[in-house]
């Protein structure tokens, strides 16, 4: 009897974590990417610039795959997407604003030719065995979907990012009639974020923010304003623009990817820009603080963003004073809040006033409280549920929220990165594990990512200690004294000396006439310093002993 091919799902990323966002659906010969997003390194992770969802089972499979299909543009969604192009040559759809944020990054990666394609709210396209609608929601980006996918064994819908806001900046609100209309179909699993589920209530509209700036601007009349804020937040970046407008202000922008956003979504038609208010940082020394307001980027205590060079007086064209008001338009990820508070301590060591989000209502999130995930369930009423973008305290929370709702256990399904879940009909079930994870990008792969992250953290804490040693190749004899190169760690001078005599010691013990392959002199070598340096200093350096043969 033939078996039946069931419809698997397969967790790349964006659960157990914030960010990196990236799942297949897999049926047969078919595969569809939903979403190929990056996150940002923490402290712990030196000299790594962006973190990336390992993609080697979609590689080894990439004949099977038939298309990439984006939620939203924000980078933890769409971060991640040249690199996978690089290996895999298939279709991407997104909305006007997704893909016009997409070619920009496609063009810095010389991946001109990727095969993109537009889709408007209520397209349906056609992907192997899979159909899927894309559903506009509301979020903090314009052209934002949630997705309705038609499989062999039924309809999965995945939210994307999303809330519930009734009076949107631009565009309509969430297409709930639409998603009423699937769930009386029947859906059978639902993939639903989990982001704010800790959140009581409704999240607030983007409106609220507008209604802060514009006292926030009459307050300061006479002083310059300076906005950080994410430079995705088109709608944000709208609201500034419209403020600013009617206190006869000008606009400057300032942060690469501000200028790259704003250019993208003013040629998707999704920023409007008041006529005669932009001007170019360059210019800004023409105008009095009175009439100037600058965007920028910085809003998470960035090191090499925008704001954090002004704060550092590393910024040429912007030299902060006393007389500028500071707006952080954002409120702190998990773990960034440390660089955030220094950024605002060296403000106000400047002179500046400072407004951020406990101070002030500058900031709403685009992601839904836990009233208007309800409303997203109801309207659904899935069979199956997995919880999606959260942390794994957030996935359990949302569990329970749906079990209030009336969902059994045996319904629902917590999954990590490397899960494959098989849906029946009938049935939700954990399936084979396949590799996945993190890939640490710093300009280049980095393929052994546990190893060099250690390394990397080992190095920064401990330091550095190099022995280098010349042995004849004719007769073994140690050519000259033991030479010690040492970073990030410090020893006296007679320290040093024992070292060594540590090493010199050592190269004695053995007969290095016949030492041929020298790893296990090395081995001792290490032992021996790393015994001598723990003991006198308290650190455990990285130890990497140097054998020249002349």
């Given at each position: 009897m033939k078996k039946k091919n069931n419809l698997k799902i397969r967790f790349l990323g964006g659960v157990g974590e914030i960010g990196k966002n990236m799942t297949a659906l897999e049926f047969g010969h078919d595969i569809i990417v939903i979403d190929a997003g990056l996150t940002f390194p923490s402290q712990d992770m030196p000299g790594v610039d962006i973190v990336i969802p390992d993609a080697t089972y979609l590689i080894q499979n990439k004949e099977k795959i038939k298309g990439i299909v984006l939620t939203h543009g924000h980078e933890d969604h769409i971060g991640s997407v040249p690199y996978l192009l690089k290996d895999i040559n298939v279709p991407v759809y997104g909305t006007k604003m997704t893909i016009a944020l997409l070619s920009a990054k496609l063009k810095e990666f010389k991946l001109p030719s990727a095969k993109l394609k537009v889709v408007k709210e209520r397209d349906r396209i056609n992907l192997g065995v899979f159909s899927v609608e894309f559903i506009h929601v509301n979020h903090s980006i314009s052209g934002s979907c949630a997705l309705a996918i038609t499989t062999p064994v039924g309809v999965v819908?995945?939210?994307?990012?999303?809330?519930?806001?009734?009076?949107?900046?631009?565009?309509?609100?969430?297409?709930?009639?639409?998603?009423?209309?699937?769930?009386?179909?029947?859906?059978?699993?639902?993939?639903?974020?989990?982001?704010?589920?800790?959140?009581?209530?409704?999240?607030?509209?983007?409106?609220?923010?507008?209604?802060?700036?514009?006292?926030?601007?009459?307050?300061?009349?006479?002083?310059?304003?300076?906005?950080?804020?994410?430079?995705?937040?088109?709608?944000?970046?709208?609201?500034?623009?419209?403020?600013?407008?009617?206190?006869?202000?000008?606009?400057?922008?300032?942060?690469?990817?501000?200028?790259?956003?704003?250019?993208?979504?003013?040629?998707?038609?999704?920023?409007?820009?008041?006529?005669?208010?932009?001007?170019?940082?360059?210019?800004?020394?023409?105008?009095?603080?009175?009439?100037?307001?600058?965007?920028?980027?910085?809003?998470?205590?960035?090191?090499?963003?925008?704001?954090?060079?002004?704060?550092?007086?590393?910024?040429?064209?912007?030299?902060?004073?006393?007389?500028?008001?500071?707006?952080?338009?954002?409120?702190?990820?998990?773990?960034?809040?440390?660089?955030?508070?220094?950024?605002?301590?060296?403000?106000?060591?400047?002179?500046?006033?400072?407004?951020?989000?406990?101070?002030?209502?500058?900031?709403?999130?685009?992601?839904?409280?836990?009233?208007?995930?309800?409303?997203?369930?109801?309207?659904?009423?899935?069979?199956?549920?997995?919880?999606?973008?959260?942390?794994?305290?957030?996935?359990?929370?949302?569990?329970?929220?749906?079990?209030?709702?009336?969902?059994?256990?045996?319904?629902?399904?917590?999954?990590?990165?490397?899960?494959?879940?098989?849906?029946?009909?009938?049935?939700?079930?954990?399936?084979?594990?396949?590799?996945?994870?993190?890939?640490?990008?710093?300009?280049?792969?980095?393929?052994?990512?546990?190893?060099?992250?250690?390394?990397?953290?080992?190095?920064?804490?401990?330091?550095?200690?190099?022995?280098?040693?010349?042995?004849?190749?004719?007769?073994?004899?140690?050519?000259q004294r033991p030479d010690l190169i040492f970073k990030g760690i410090t020893l006296s001078d007679g320290q040093t000396d024992d070292i060594i005599e540590i090493i010199e010691r050592t190269l004695a013990s053995y007969d290095l006439k016949a030492i041929g392959d020298t790893r296990e002199i090395k081995k001792k070598l290490r032992s021996s310093v790393r015994n001598y340096v723990m003991k006198k200093t308290k650190n455990n350096p990285m130890i990497i002993p140097v054998i020249t043969e002349i």
């Open positions: 819908v995945h939210s994307g990012d999303f809330k519930i806001d009734l009076t949107p900046i631009s565009g309509e609100i969430i297409d709930l009639s639409r998603l009423s209309e699937i769930g009386k179909k029947g859906v059978l699993l639902l993939m639903c974020e989990s982001t704010n589920v800790e959140r009581t209530g409704y999240t607030l509209s983007e409106t609220a923010v507008r209604q802060t700036f514009e006292h926030l601007f009459s307050d300061n009349l006479k002083r310059r304003i300076i906005i950080a804020t994410f430079s995705s937040n088109v709608h944000r970046i709208q609201q500034i623009l419209n403020v600013a407008s009617r206190f006869r202000r000008k606009v400057a922008l300032s942060g690469r990817s501000m200028l790259n956003v704003v250019e993208a979504a003013k040629g998707a038609g999704e920023l409007k820009v008041p006529e005669n208010t932009l001007i170019d940082i360059e210019k800004i020394k023409n105008y009095a603080d009175k009439d100037l307001v600058i965007i920028c980027t910085g809003s998470q205590g960035e090191p090499m963003s925008a704001l954090t060079r002004m704060t550092a007086d590393d910024y040429p064209q912007v030299k902060i004073s006393d007389n500028d008001t500071i707006i952080i338009s954002a409120s702190p990820i998990p773990g960034n809040e440390k660089s955030i508070y220094s950024v605002i301590n060296n403000l106000y060591k400047k002179g500046a006033e400072v407004v951020y989000d406990s101070i002030e209502k500058v900031h709403v999130s685009g992601h839904a409280c836990q009233e208007e995930i309800k409303i997203f369930h109801s309207l659904l009423k899935p069979k199956f549920f997995i919880p999606v973008h959260g942390e794994y305290r957030h996935l359990k929370k949302h569990v329970k929220l749906a079990r209030e709702m009336g969902m059994k256990d045996s319904e629902m399904m917590i999954a990590e990165i490397g899960d494959t879940v098989e849906v029946t009909p009938k049935s939700i079930k954990k399936a084979e594990r396949f590799q996945a994870g993190s890939r640490f990008v710093d300009g280049l792969y980095i393929d052994d990512d546990d190893a060099t992250i250690r390394d990397r953290v080992h190095l920064g804490g401990d330091g550095l200690i190099i022995p280098v040693c010349c042995i004849s190749s004719e007769n073994g004899t140690v050519l």
